[in-house]
């Protein structure tokens, strides 16, 4: 029985831009179209179309918005299918960065691409396909259940746990699943096998059958129960955590803020970790799970997101936007999980980091580092105490007006207006928390002082001029311009 064409589905609002495509592939391929229309219902879409390759035009979105992004993202991860994605300059430096983990196989090229170059790869990612399919059949390790009774996992789980009693599979399509590593295999072969599917494969996650990762995980969380029982005071995550938050805030420097406002800044920080606390949602817990991981991994690197929470709020106080319904919340929720992954980071390189040897770093560590800022919002876009206002604040919190920020080189009104104040917050908490890394801070002012003035750091004007208020009363200011004039 001669073998069927395979399915692409064409993901573009320009006619011409399908037509041309249809055409020059038409011999070669079967074509379906998704437009603006139907974009809302893209998963569906895919899952029911069984497609071999996805065409994705970004003529389909209005904006280069975030949640529009992240939609794609988990429609794909949902409905794996190798992509040819067709964007802006601007839409590839994000899109690059926020797909990084998608575990398909993916090309994205920049507008106006050539037809020929779209089909050329095409053609590669639907040959590749084929050929999977081919080494694969009849395979007795192929499983056929239904996609329901199976997990995405991050390759990272079965790279650090090696003790796992679950086989592992590699996931082909909707229905077929590749035993890749058997539960009874050593903890050598088991993390041999790992590292070739991450570095020779480029897979970031794999598959486990949904009950036996769920034993895995309740003898985990046992294990772990364990361990709390044997701490001296048997504390509730989020009390334990709230205590050490008050002990961290009044270390915190504030001697030339008024104290009346450092404790209204610190009042609204604590509002925002009990209401992640208090719920009895497991997505609520999973959130202070997160901060007190990162305070056990490093407390200066918890403190300064505390500091960057209280900063923040007084710059938001200062510009007046604080009374506006969700901000304040938003804000400081973003500044406690915008480092949230370097919890994961090699410590080596975080040291580096908090003791300002940033041009220590090897090339390949810098990219490590730069990328943090996607990393936290791959932790946290899960979570239903984060909307998308604040995930591009915490994708945001590196960038620069100028453009000379990190991940994606975003500048003036590319970047969320708060993401501004976080960007600032942290580069403020950095210069003038003393720490075990930095035992010889600077001087609040001199480092406000140089932020005004040196348009190279990219700061907003606005938001330096608030907290520089704080720092410098208005007889110094009127001082500093008569010398200046």
Known sequence: MKNSKPLIILASNDLNFQENI????????????????????????????HSNLLVFDDSIIDKAHLSKILSIKAA????????????????????????????????????????QEIKEWSMQFLKINEDVNKKTSGNEDIDYSHENEFKNISIDIIKHNLEYDFDVYIRLNERKFVKYIKKETSSKSKEMLAKKLENKQGLTCVYVKKDEYRAFLNKSIDDKNDFLRKEKDNM?????????????????????????????????????????????????????????MLNEFDPTLYKHTMGMAIYSSLILKKMGLDKRRGIPYKLN???LMCDISLKNINESILKEILSGNKKWLEEDQMVEYRNHPAKSVELIEHLSVVDDDILQMVYQHHERMDGSGFPAKLSKNRIHPLAGILSLADEFCFQVFKTEYKPEPKDPKVVLNRLSWDSNLGFDKGYVKALRSYFVSEEEEKEENSKVG
């Open 22 to 49: 249809a055409a020059l592939m038409g011999g070669h391929a079967k074509f379906k179209y998704l437009d603006k229309n139907s974009f809302k219902n893209m998963d569906m879409f895919l899952r029911v179309n």
């Open 236 to 292: 509730k995550k989020s009390k334990k955590l709230l205590s050490v938050t008050s002990e961290i805030m009044s270390d915190i420097y504030f001697n030339e803020v008024e104290e009346e406002l450092f404790v209204e800044g610190k009042n609204t920080v604590n509002e925002t970790l009990n209401y992640i606390g208090k719920g009895n949602g497991k997505e609520k817990v999973t959130a202070i799970t997160l901060l007190e």
């Open 333 to 335: 929720m973003a500044a």
């Open 76 to 115: 794909i991860k949902m409905n794996p299918v190798p992509v040819v994605f067709l964007m802006s300059t601007a839409m590839v430096k994000i899109a690059e960065k926020m797909f990084e983990d998608l575990n398909v196989h993916k090309i994205f090229l920049e507008k106006p691409a050539r037809t």
